[in-house]
């Protein structure tokens, strides 16, 4: 099995910055994208940063220029650095990862658990 172990979500006041990272452990063989999604109460799921295991990145719109995405393959972790937040980054925060699983060699995609996000003075 795999799993996804997200940390670093809390509380931060606007313009202050947060850190999140995601670990992927289990059988894994491979991963390709892995990415960073939120879902804010009311709103729907969407997109916040993706990258390859190449090191290509794609950002929201909302968040380009203050959040930068990266992943260290040796740890099979992905990060999300946060900055200049605004109260409307507020949301649960998940990570997805694109794994070659060994143990039936097929690619799924995989989830964390979530981790809350409060950007409020």
């Known amino acids: 099995q795999v799993q996804l172990v997200e940390s670093g979500g809390g509380l931060v006041q606007p313009g202050g910055s947060l850190s999140l990272s995601c670990a992927a452990s289990?059988?894994?063989?491979?991963?390709?994208?892995m990415g960073w999604y939120r879902q804010a109460p009311g709103k729907q799921h969407e997109l916040v940063a993706t990258?390859?295991?190449?090191?290509?990145?794609t950002y929201a719109d909302s968040v380009k220029g203050r959040f930068a995405i990266s992943r260290d393959n040796a740890k099979n972790t992905v990060y999300l650095q946060m900055n200049s937040l605004k109260p409307e980054d507020t949301a649960v925060y998940y990570c997805n990862a694109r794994i070659l699983v060994v143990d039936t060699m097929f690619t799924n995609y995989y989830w964390g658990q979530g981790t809350q996000v409060t950007v409020s003075s």
């Open positions: 990258i390859t295991s190449g090191g290509t990145t």
């Open positions: 289990g059988s894994i063989f491979s991963i390709h994208t």
